[in-house]
C-alpha cells in the first residue's frame, strides 16, 4: 500500500504530480478509479502517463437527481455539475480509459448524461453469493438475538434501511414518514444500518429526537450482522434519490 497522504485540502496539480511520480517509480500498468469524487486526478495522471485506466460506473447521472439530493445551493451546484460533466466527457475521449457500469440503465445514463461514448462502456452485472443467505435455521436464532438487543419483539412492522449516510440516500425523508406510520401501526420500528457522513447521523438524530421518535427508530450505525437484521425485519425501504445496482437492495431481495 503506497499512501499519497493527500491532507484534507484537495489540490487537483498537487495530486496529479504525486500519482505521475508513483507510476513511474513502481513501473504501475493499470489504474482503476470510480466516479464521482476522486477521480480526476487518476484520469489526468492516467492521460500523462499513458496508463490504461478503469472506471466503474456505479449509479445514474442525471443532474437534476443529484441537485434534488443536495442542501448545497442549488444553483451553484447544478452549474458546477455542468462543468464536471464536461470535464469527464473531455477526458473520455483522450485518455486510455474503459468503463465498467454495473447495468444498461447506469450505461445509459452516463452516455445520455456524461456524453460518454457508448463503445468505451461494458457492462459487469454487480452479484452476491446466494450460499451465504442459505441455513434459514442459524439465521432465525441470529435474528432473534437482534431482536433481544433492539427491543423488537412484538413490533409490526419492523422497517429496514441499510445504506451508508448521505444526503442522496434520503434518509431524512424516510424518517418523515414514521408519523404517518405510526397513525396506522403504532407499533412499527424503523432501523437504519449504515455508518458514513457524520453531519447527516447529527441532522438524523435531531430530526429523530425532535418528533419525539427515539423508541420508535433506531439508528444502528455500522453493522455487520446485515443478514440478521433482514431476517428480523418485515419490509425493506430504500429512499435514495438515485441509485445503480445497490448491493444493500440485492441482499434484500
Known sequence: FICLNTGSKYNLLKEIWRLR????????QLMNTCIFGSEFS????AMITRVPIIVFLTT????????????SRKGILYWKSKVFYLVHAFLARITNVRYIAYTQVIKDSAVKNMHFPPEKISITPLGLDPRNFNGKLPHQNASMKVKDELGLHGCYPILLNVGRLS?????KDLLKT??????????????????GDMQVLHELSQLRDSMGLKEHIHLLGRRDDIISL???SHIFVFSSYYEGLPGAVIEAM
Not at 487518476?42 to 495522471?45: H, I, K, N, S, T
Request: charged share 25%; no cysteine.
Open 60 to 71: 445514474t447521472y442525471d443532474i437534476k437527481d443529484r441537485v434534488a439530493a443536495s442542501s
Open 167 to 171: 444526503s442522496v440516500k434520503g434518509q
Open 42 to 45: 487518476p484520469l489526468f495522471a
Open 21 to 28: 511520480k508513483t507510476i513511474k517509480k513502481h513501473n504501475i
Open 230 to 232: 433482514l431476517h428480523a
Open 178 to 195: 414514521m408519523p404517518l406510520i405510526l397513525e396506522r401501526f403504532p407499533d412499527a420500528r424503523l432501523l437504519i444500518a449504515g455508518d
